[in-house]
C-alpha cells in the first residue's frame, strides 16, 4: 500500500493569480507603475522595457506651457538617495498633444498622464485640452513637486489648496483622477481626505521629500534650485509610515511611491494597505526594476498560495506591547 506523503504546501499555478487592480475606472494588469518623471512620456522607453509587463507608465508631469526647468546641477547623490531639482522641466501641454499623445496609444501598457499647475484654473484647462484630445488611460494630478516655487507643493501643503485644485479638475473628466500628495507635511491624512472628498478616485504617497545638499567649497548649494527632492532607498520607511497614515485616513486605492527597489520593498507597502506602487529612481539605476519587481511579487505569491493581493493588502498587525 502506498501512502501520500506529507506534502509541503504546493506552489500556487499562474493561471490562478490574478494581480489586476482597480484604481476608480482605471484598471490595471498588474500593479506595478513607472513614476512620473522616469519614463520621460512614455515613449522613450518603448523597445527599452517590456512595457506589455508594467502595469501603467505616468508621463513627465506637463504644466500649459513649456518650462525650461531649473538651473544646473539638477541631480546630486546623498547617502542611499538622489536629489533632485528638475524644476517641473516639460514640453508643455499642447507639445505633448500634438508630438506625443498619438505614439502613447500603440504602447501596450495603460497611460497616467501628469499635470501640474500654477493655479486652479490651469489645472483646469489643462485637463480640459488632455480630454478633448484623448487616447490616454487617467489623470495624475500633482500638487507635490517641491522644486518650483508658487506650484506643485504649495496647493499640496493645505486641505483648502489640494481641495481647490481637485475641485478645479473632477468635472472636467470622467477618467480616473489619482492626486499626487506631497509627504512634506505634518498631517498627510488631512490633505488625503481634503482630496479624496472633492472626488480623487486614488492617491499617490507621495513624492521626494525636501532636502538641501551644501558644497563646503563653495559654500553653496550643490543643487542649481537651492534645495532639492530626496527619492531612492533611503525615503521607504518614510514613505512606509506615509502610506500607513493615509491608509487608515481613507478609503480609496492609494498608490506607494518613494525608495521601492526590490519586490520586498513592494511587498512591504501592499502589507501596509496599499493598492498599486511606483518605482521611481530604481528606474536610474536600471531600467527594468519595474519588471524584476513584478517577477518578485509573483514568484512571492506562487510560493505562499497567495491568489490576489487583496488577500495581502492592509494586513500589517499591530506591534505587540
Ligand atoms: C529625476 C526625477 C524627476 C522627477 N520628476 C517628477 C515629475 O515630473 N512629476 C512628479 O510627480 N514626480 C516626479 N519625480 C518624483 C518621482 O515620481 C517619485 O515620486 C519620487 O522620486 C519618489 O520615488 P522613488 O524614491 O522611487 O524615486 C521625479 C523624480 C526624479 C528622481
Known amino acids: 500500500m502506498t501512502r501520500r506523503a506529507t506534502s509541503q504546501p504546493r506552489r500556487l499555478g499562474p493561471s490562478r493569480l490574478d494581480l489586476s487592480v482597480r484604481l476608480g475606472s482605471l484598471q490595471l494588469r498588474n500593479p506595478v507603475m513607472i513614476a512620473s518623471g522616469l519614463a520621460g512620456y512614455g515613449d522613450e522607453l518603448e523597445g527599452i522595457v517590456n512595457l506589455g509587463k508594467i502595469g501603467a507608465v505616468v508621463t513627465k508631469t506637463l504644466t500649459l506651457n513649456a518650462r525650461e526647468g531649473n538651473a544646473p546641477p539638477r541631480l546630486a547623490e546623498a547617502h542611499s538617495g538622489l536629489m533632485n531639482s528638475i524644476g517641473l522641466a516639460n514640453v508643455g501641454c499642447q507639445a505633448f498633444i500634438s508630438r506625443r499623445l498619438r505614439h502613447l496609444k500603440a504602447l ?15 489645472y483646469g484647462e489643462i485637463v480640459l485640452r488632455l480630454e478633448d484630445a484623448g487616447g490616454f488611460d487617467g489623470f495624475e494630478i500633482n500638487i507635490s513637486c517641491p522644486n518650483v516655487k508658487e506650484a506643485g507643493m504649495s496647493f499640496g501643503c493645505s486641505p483648502a489648496g489640494a481641495a481647490g485644485v481637485v475641485r478645479a479638475v473632477r468635472p472636467k473628466t470622467s477618467r480616473s483622477i489619482i492626486v499626487k500628495l506631497t509627504p512634506n507635511v505634518t498631517d498627510i491624512a488631512l490633505i488625503a481626505r481634503a482630496c479624496v472628498s472633492e472626488g480623487a478616485d486614488a492617491l499617490t504617497v507621495g513624492n521626494t521629500f525636501k532636502a538641501l545638499a551644501v558644497d563646503v567649497q563653495t559654500r553653496r548649494p550643490l543643487l542649481g534650485g537651492g534645495t532639492g527632492g530626496l527619492s531612492g532607498p533611503a525615503i521607504k520607511v518614510l514613505s512606509l509610515a506615509k502610506v500607513w497614515e493615509v491608509v487608515s485616513a481613507v478609503s480609496v486605492p492609494v498608490i506607494a511611491c518613494g525608495g521601492i527597489c526590490c519586490s520586498n520593498d513592494a511587498l512591504e507597502f501592499i502589507v501596509v494597505g496599499a493598492t498599486a506602487l511606483q518605482v521611481g529612481s530604481a528606474c536610474l539605476r536600471n531600467l527594468r526594476t519595474p519588471e524584476l519587481v513584478l517577477a518578485g511579487i509573483e514568484e512571492y505569491c506562487r510560493n505562499n498560495r497567495v491568489r490576489s493581493l487583496a488577500e495581502m493588502r492592509g494586513t500589517v498587525k499591530s506591534p505587540e506591547l
Do not use: D, H, L, Q
Request: without cysteine; charged residues 35%; hydrophobic residues 35%.
Open 108 to 122: 501596450k501598457t495603460k497611460i497616467v498622464v501628469s499635470v501640474g499647475g500654477f493655479s486652479e484654473r490651469e
